[in-house]
């Protein structure tokens, strides 16, 4: 049974009751806060057979990226501090995800500024890398939004990089700011949506849903939570064993519904 409790209390602040533990399985549980104005509290288990876990002392670098999800510009870069030198990621073009960057484990000021704009902030934030975190920045949004008043955010998402052999690690963020919560369907080649059920309901925006699913050809379907109306697919894609999968839902090009997936792909080889 797990339960947890503030630090040298024994109040139960939340209880995920009884959890299976499987033999020759290494358990990992995340807690989370659901949302940041929720005090509602998710647990995630993640399994994998003969996982192993790199050893890191203080001197490892964490590792970070940069989605650009802004609608309705063409290109960004990235500053780390003040913008008086050269951007850490230039020039990165809507739906395109970076590589990643080594950063030394610390607290960050970035600055995100239309391309070759130092003085024009689209998007400011403080974030904290750890030790040997693998970190995606998604930024999302609109530079005018309907109030004709800038509507980007953005939020830091730490990435799956251990790769399973049969099958492959997926995550689903949703980084559309016209949308609402979705639904989010897998379905196979000529499924009716009538016959499944949502791999996860509710998603609000800027939060990220991790699965496992086997190597194969899926369509993904995006239903709108509040209504039930289908908003975006069938949208074909292939996965892949040993790949870890990143799809990520934006406004469509230029901005507004119903919107479009980007599929970012790392090998696990």
Do not use: C, W
């Not at 024994?10 to 807690?31: C, G, L, P, Q």
């Not at 659901?34 to 670098?61: H, M, N, Y």
């Not at 496992?212 to 369509?219: H, L, R, T, V």
Request: hydrophobic share 40%; proline share 4%; charged share 20%.
């Amino acid at each position: 049974r797990l339960r947890l409790t503030a630090i040298g209390d024994k109040t139960v602040v939340f209880d995920a009751d009884t959890v299976d533990i499987r033999e020759d399985t290494n358990h990992f549980y995340i807690i989370m806060d659901f949302a940041l104005d929720s005090d509602s509290v998710l647990v995630l288990e993640i399994q994998g057979d003969g996982l192993t876990r790199q050893l890191l002392d203080e001197s490892t670098p964490a590792r970070l990226r940069l989605f650009n999800g802004i609608a309705d510009y063409s290109a960004v870069d990235l500053y780390f501090g003040d913008t008086s030198g050269q951007p850490s990621f230039e020039n990165i073009q809507f739906r395109e995800m970076t590589d990643y960057l080594d950063v030394e484990p610390g607290s960050y000021s970035v600055n995100v500024t239309p391309t070759g704009v130092k003085d024009t902030f689209f998007y400011e934030a403080e974030i904290s890398v750890v030790t040997g975190s693998y970190l995606s920045l998604i930024v999302a949004g609109l530079t005018q939004a309907e109030s004709d008043a800038r509507d980007i955010s953005g939020n830091l998402v730490a990435d799956e990089v251990q790769p399973i052999s049969t099958g492959a690690q997926v995550s689903f963020i949703h980084a559309s700011t016209s949308n609402e919560a979705v639904d989010v369907y897998f379905l196979v080649p000529g499924q009716p949506l009538d016959d499944a059920g949502a791999l996860v309901s509710g998603l609000s925006q800027f939060l990220t849903f991790d699965f496992e699913e086997e190597a194969g050809d899926y369509q993904i379907v995006l239903v709108q939570s509040s209504n039930e109306a289908v908003i975006l697919g069938p949208v074909p894609v292939s996965i892949a064993d040993s790949e870890i999968v990143e799809i990520v839902f934006t406004d469509s090009p230029g901005g507004g519904t119903p919107g479009a997936l980007t599929v970012v792909r790392t090998s696990g080889d």
